[in-house]
């Protein structure tokens, strides 16, 4: 029993150290869209692989998202999921009814974030510019 006791403490301090913080997700990404050939050949999508998506998240839990418009609104961090809800769109409130969160996985400790927009096209990697 004592012979386990030190590798028990071992693990649980590995283990409660490895969960993200929002603190570690704070600052600005650059994107671009994940398109396929098919995407490339719908005129919709097609035209996304010309734009590059920023996003910044900042510590007052509110994001501000660049994809042709700028977007803002509240950002969450669950487990190791990002979620943006939107709320204005080139400052205009978005109507409740019409509010589509977009969820973002975090990737290699806050460096990458992948989210698919709500209809399911077009996935989007952002990654974490370098200040």
């Known amino acids: 029993m004592r012979k386990l006791l030190p590798f ?4 649980l301090v590995l283990v409660g150290g490895c969960g993200l913080k929002k603190d570690d997700l704070v600052g600005s990404y650059s994107g671009e869209f994940s ?6 050949k719908n005129p919709a999508t097609a035209m996304l ?12 839990d509110t994001f501000v998202m660049n994809v042709m418009v700028d977007i803002e609104g509240k950002w969450s961090l669950d487990g190791e ?7 204005t769109a080139m400052g205009v409130t ?20 992948e989210g698919t927009a709500p209809d399911g096209e077009a996935p989007v990697v952002f990654r974490r510019n370098e200040s």
């Open 81 to 87: 999921t990002i979620t943006l809800n939107p709320e």
């Open 94 to 113: 978005v109507p409740e009814n019409q509010r589509q969160p977009l969820t973002l996985a975090v990737k290699d400790k806050g460096k990458v974030l």
């Open 8 to 11: 028990a403490a071992l693990v």
């Open 49 to 60: 692989a010309n734009v590059k998506p920023t996003l910044t998240l900042k510590e007052d």
């Open 35 to 40: 398109l396929t050939e098919e995407d490339k």
